[in-house]
Every structure is written in structure tokens, then in C-alpha cells.
């Protein structure tokens, strides 16, 4: 059974930072693309940013480039997101997802990931 548990989310002040952390079990990352997204009370839900567990290839959201960094331990099948300078605009419940890329380019279309966490909620106050 895949599974995908997400963790470290919590409130902090603006311009901190936070760690989260998607550990995965029931598949390993080899041919996945693992990814984050976000979603907003009354906002659709966004990618943040996106890993190939092939090639190690990333992608990110425009807004958060120069400020999150998304990395990998595939020994640990784990997936992780640093998150500096944060922003009350950041504030969201996180997700971390998965799906089968083959190889192929990976995306940060919703739609392609058919593996989800519960997410975890990440506050940032002013």
C-alpha cells in the first residue's frame, strides 16, 4: 500500500523558516516524481515545487524559487522542503504527492500525481 506521510508543518513569524518532511513507504522514488503543493482557504490548490526520483530533476513554483529548496533521501524515501523567508502568503495546508513518471519528464500538473498525503499545515503570521 503507498503511502505518504507529511510532517513538520507549524505557525511561524514571518521571514522564518520551516522544514517539511514526506516520508513514503510501499513504492520507492526510482520512475517517481515526487511533488508539493499547497491549497489555500479559498484558493485553488498549487505546486510548489517537484523532484524526479530518476534523474533528480526539479521544478518550481515561480514564486518560490529563490526561497524553497526541495530535496530527496532515497535511501530514507524521504522527501523534504525548506522553506526560508517565508510569508504570510505561504500559508496553506501542504501536500506531498506522488506519481508514476516512467522516465518521462516530470510536472507539476495535479492531475498527474495520484498518490497523496493528508497534508500538514503550515501557518506564517505578520
Known amino acids: 500500500e503507498v503511502q505518504l506521510v507529511e510532517s513538520g508543518g507549524g505557525l511561524v513569524q514571518a521571514g522564518g523558516s520551516l522544514r517539511l518532511s514526506c516520508a513514503a513507504s510501499?513504492?520507492?522514488?526510482?520512475?517517481?516524481?515526487i511533488g508539493w503543493f499547497r491549497q489555500a482557504p479559498g484558493k485553488e490548490r498549487e505546486g510548489v515545487a517537484c523532484?524526479?526520483?530518476?534523474?533528480?530533476?526539479?521544478y518550481y513554483l515561480n514564486s518560490v524559487k529563490d526561497r524553497f529548496t526541495i530535496s530527496s533521501d532515497n535511501a530514507k524515501n524521504t522527501v523534504y522542503l525548506q522553506m526560508n523567508s517565508l510569508k504570510p502568503e505561504d500559508t496553506a495546508v501542504y501536500y506531498c504527492?506522488?506519481?508514476?513518471?516512467?522516465?518521462?519528464?516530470?510536472?507539476?500538473?495535479?492531475?498527474?500525481?495520484?498518490?497523496w498525503g493528508q497534508g500538514t499545515q503550515v501557518t506564517v503570521s505578520s
Open positions: 510501499g513504492f520507492t522514488f526510482d520512475a517517481y516524481a
Open positions: 523532484i524526479s526520483g530518476i534523474d533528480g530533476s526539479i
Open positions: 504527492a506522488a506519481y508514476y513518471s516512467g522516465g518521462t519528464s516530470i510536472s507539476l500538473n495535479q492531475y498527474e500525481y495520484n498518490y
